[in-house]
């Protein structure tokens, strides 16, 4: 069963960089929508990227597009959320999630679907970044 670890959060100046890791193990299929999620105390999980392994196809909120990437390490089966010139509406627990899609899922990422927890049946139990002066 595939099984996701996130670490790499810390406390973060603004403006700084940051990346986090995702390690996937047990994973028995090529096919994956890999989503990063944040949720702050009080807020409401919020979806801001995805990556599908299927056609490369990702997605980025508004909030952190220009700022954010994400990557797959084939390697190691490790997915990255790369974060740059962050902000205190930064600081969030992240959480790496993972959906199996079928291969002819192509641009998965792109539709609404993709955005929702609700649609993630695998999850880590998330990082802490605190992003302060």
Do not use: H
Request: aromatic letters at 10%; hydrophobic letters at 35%.
């Amino acid at each position: 069963q595939l099984q996701l670890v996130e670490s790499g959060g810390a406390s973060v100046q603004p403006g700084g960089s940051l990346i986090l890791s995702c390690a996937a193990s047990g994973s028995t299929s090529d096919y994956y929508a890999i989503a990063w999620f944040r949720q702050a105390p009080g807020k409401e999980r919020q979806g801001i990227a995805c990556f599908s392994t299927v056609d490369g196809s990702t997605w980025y909120a508004d909030s952190v597009r220009g700022r954010f990437t994400t990557t797959r390490d084939n390697a190691k089966d490790t997915i990255y959320l790369q974060m740059n010139g962050v902000t205190t509406e930064d600081s969030s627990t992240y959480y790496c999630a993972a959906e199996e899609l079928r291969p002819g899922n192509v641009a998965w990422c792109s539709g609404l679907i993709a955005r929702l927890s609700g649609e993630y049946e695998v999850w880590g139990r998330g990082t802490l970044v605190t992003v302060s002066s």
